[in-house]
């Protein structure tokens, strides 16, 4: 059976979801449910859930290569895949967070939450794209550096035992 993936503005009842998964991901560096709460409630953010399903179980009218992005739509239906967290200020978006379950990884759900995010920041005005990354995190470096983000600094000791890469992509030209 094929599965579809679906993407989804995150409902605040699949927090704690997500955050149980963050700790698994993360590990000491994952965010709290409270944390998750309190950026949930933030002007100028988003949360985009991907969730995977049987094809049964979804409409394969709101599926475009095997995944979707709908905004206001609740992303409780299918298995959680991944999810990213994004903020918007200006002309200027952030990647807060991205991740994928280890049960999704390798599948493309990074990169099509990625792109959704970008794509949400675009739509918004955004012309410019930042993100950091654990210098260890060699296939989201390379995720990120196949979407076009180039390096442009680096916050020594940042994660724990690791640097942090700051990136960014410009989206406005």
């Given amino acids: 059976m094929t599965a579809a993936t679906t993407i989804a503005e995150l409902p605040w009842w699949d927090l704690a979801e997500v955050a149980d998964q963050d700790a698994a991901v993360f590990g000491p560096t994952a965010w709290t449910p409270g944390y998750y709460w309190s950026v949930k ?9 991907a969730r995977t399903a049987s094809v049964g179980e979804s409409d394969p009218d709101d599926t475009v290569d095997g995944s979707t992005a709908t905004e206001g739509t609740a992303a409780s239906v299918g298995e959680l895949a991944g999810w990213i967290v994004m903020s918007l200020s200006g002309a200027e978006a952030d990647v807060m967070t991205i991740a994928t379950t280890e049960a999704a990884r390798g599948r493309g759900i990074g990169r099509a939450l990625l792109d959704a995010g970008i794509g949400w920041a675009k739509d918004r005005g955004a012309e410019v794209v930042h993100l950091e990354v654990d210098e260890r995190n060699t296939s989201a470096l390379g995720l990120y550096a196949s979407r076009g983000f180039v390096e442009w600094g680096r916050r020594p000791d940042y994660y724990p035992g690791a640097a942090a890469v700051l990136m960014r992509l410009r989206i406005g030209d």
């Fill in 41 to 49: 409630a933030q002007h100028g953010t988003i949360m985009l859930a």
